[in-house]
């Protein structure tokens, strides 16, 4: 008898999500009775908002339980393309836009429809941890950027250009920023886009925290920074951030008609459509924009609160310098002063303090921590208090 073959190199190669696996690691500890506080979420602590659940649960009564078309039931394909109309002046008609299941989804398909094996894909690190991965499942190559807390983490137009060659296909460009909360101003990312269409290059541009931004700072959408970019540029986004909504697995993608439908084709085979009854919350989300706004605001109130504080509180400790980022609802110290792996430096955190932190090494970027402000003002509070202590003892 022969043993069975190895696995495949797409299951050998792929390493998993490390932001999940410590989230999920956190949970499992407070499921057990210990007092772990987690600064290691990736979604809103709130809960989706009634109206967008009762018009999920009357489109399940309704009979909206089976198959839909694949890119999204028309409404919704609709209500997208008009907010992006409404809220950039960026016009697409309904066929250019694509609902997945969720914005991660989204992402792969931008990355899938338009990279080769062979292609090399920019990505500014510290960067969100799926884009490698996707990349390399594609048969491309991942090209790290690194873009410190010296740069803003931000990508800057000589260190684009320096990484291009003739293999760059894509660039991935993801503003306000997971991990770090960067935002890119409409100045800056003009520069940028003028290099991409200078050299050809798609740009798949995550904007999944667009509606979380803070401090007045102007949203960016990428597509409409000119017409050649428009027709280079894959904007993805979704629900999951604005409305709280992680768990209902819907995300968006709005690109040139030839690459929504290349999308849409892809997605028929992979997986079909995003859940039908689902698809009718989000259509809500976007229907009822007085709800919206309104869920929405106070959602960001208490975000931008709790950012102050945790700034200003990391700033106090020694050892630690912090940028006031502008968006999502991540900070993203810098933690190389202690003289530890941040890998270490967070095993140690969680196993000593109980508090559960992402090390910035998962992110591409060694020497900082992510810590997601989108937990309660008590955890945050006392986790911050639990850091000081861990961080005093370090420095003796
Ligand atoms: C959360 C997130 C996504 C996608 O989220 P979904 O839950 O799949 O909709 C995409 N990009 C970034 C940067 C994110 O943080």
């Known amino acids: 008898m022969s043993t069975p073959h190895p696995l495949s190199v797409w299951a050998r190669n792929v390493s998993p999500s490390p932001t999940l696996a410590i989230d999920a690691k956190a949970k499992a500890m407070l499921a057990a009775g210990e007092d772990v ?23 399940l009564k ?15 394909r609709q209500a997208v393309a008009d907010r992006y109309a409404t809220e950039y002046g960026y016009k697409v008609a309904s066929s250019q836009v694509v609902v997945s299941p969720g914005g991660k989804y989204s992402c792969y398909l931008a ?64 503003s306000p920023s997971n991990p770090t909360g960067a935002i890119y101003t409409r100045a800056e990312l003009a520069a940028i886009a003028d290099i991409c269409v200078q050299h050809n290059l798609y740009v798949l541009a995550d904007e999944m925290y667009e509606h979380l931004i803070y401090d007045g700072h102007e949203p960016v959408n990428f597509a409409m920074l000119g017409a050649e970019v428009e027709k280079r540029t894959i904007t993805v986004a979704g629900f999951s951030k604005t409305y709280s909504m992680t768990g209902w697995r819907l995300g968006t993608l709005v690109a040139p008609a030839p690459i929504a439908k290349a999308c849409a084709e892809l997605q028929s085979q992979m997986s079909s459509n995003a859940t039908t009854f689902a698809q ?20 960001k109130t ?82 911050v208090e639990r850091l000081t202590r861990f961080c005093a003892a370090l420095k003796k």
């Open 37 to 59: 506080c987690s600064f290691a979420a990736g979604e809103p602590d709130f809960d989706t908002p009634d109206f967008i659940k009762d018009a999920a649960i009357a489109a």
């Open 62 to 76: 309704a009979g909206k339980t089976k198959y839909a078309p694949t890119p999204g039931i028309e409404p919704l």
């Open 111 to 174: 990355i899938l429809s338009t990279c080769n094996p062979g292609d090399e894909v920019i990505i500014p690190a510290p960067y969100w941890v799926s884009y490698p991965e996707m990349v390399k499942l594609a048969g491309a190559t991942p090209v790290f950027v690194l873009c410190d807390d010296r740069a803003g983490f931000k990508l800057t137009p000589a260190l684009l250009a320096a990484a291009i060659t003739p293999k760059t296909k894509m660039l991935v460009l993801n």
């Open 280 to 299: 009718y919350g989000a259509l809500a989300a976007l229907k009822e924009k007085d709800k919206a706004v309104a869920a929405l605001a106070a959602m």
């Open 302 to 383: 208490a975000f931008a609160r709790r950012r102050q504080y945790l700034h200003t509180e990391l700033n106090r400790i020694p050892g630690i310098t912090c940028l006031l980022s502008g968006g999502a609802f991540y900070l993203f110290p810098n933690i190389s002063s202690f003289g530890l792996k941040d890998t270490d430096f967070c095993a140690r955190l969680l196993e000593q303090e109980k508090v559960a932190a992402v090390p910035g090494s998962a992110f591409g970027a060694e020497g900082y921590l992510r810590l997601s402000y989108a937990t309660s003002d008590e955890i945050l509070r006392k986790g």
